[in-house]
């Protein structure tokens, strides 16, 4: 189905980097403050460039907004994809954030064992498993498909 990953790409490479930071600031010799104030200072750049490049778009519609809020709710009752891509994007948006409670306390628990690196190792292999998961299941559908 066209479009149906857009949105977990992104997702697994947020993730990754999350379980990832706080390994490469350790790593790092110059120390935190420094590590901070160049991300801060990269963000404004990427602002600045991205705020020349991209194109500018005005509003297409004269709707008041809770209009335009109320039309959502005659969408969904219309189209019932849209109700089922939303509570799924609400499951994943569940999952991200009781994921990312549990790899707290986890990383609670390895950072009094002293040890950042397995957790780094498994921060990096969950994203990895996950796009080797879909991987697979797009060429298994392929395949299904193809022999009817």
Do not use: C, N
Not at 30 to 44: I, P, Y
Not at 47 to 66: C, D, E, G, I
């Amino acid at each position: 189905m066209p479009g149906a990953g857009v949105g977990l790409e992104p997702l697994h490479g947020l993730v990754e980097y999350l379980l990832q930071s706080r390994h490469r600031i350790g790593v790092v010799a110059v120390g935190r403050r420094a590590v901070f104030l160049g991300s801060a200072a990269l963000t404004a750049v990427l602002t600045m460039a991205l705020r020349k490049t991209l194109p500018q778009h005005a509003p297409t519609t004269s709707l008041p907004y809770h209009h335009v809020l109320r039309s959502i709710a005659r969408l969904v009752r219309t189209h019932p994809v849209l109700m089922r891509r939303g509570l799924h994007r609400a499951a994943m948006f569940g999952a991200f954030f009781v994921g990312g409670a549990a790899g707290s306390q986890l990383g609670s628990v390895v950072h009094h064992a002293g040890d950042w690196s397995a957790l780094t190792v498994l921060g990096a292999a969950l994203p990895l498993a996950a796009l080797l998961y879909r991987a697979f299941e797009r060429r298994t559908r392929a395949s299904v498909g193809a022999g009817r």
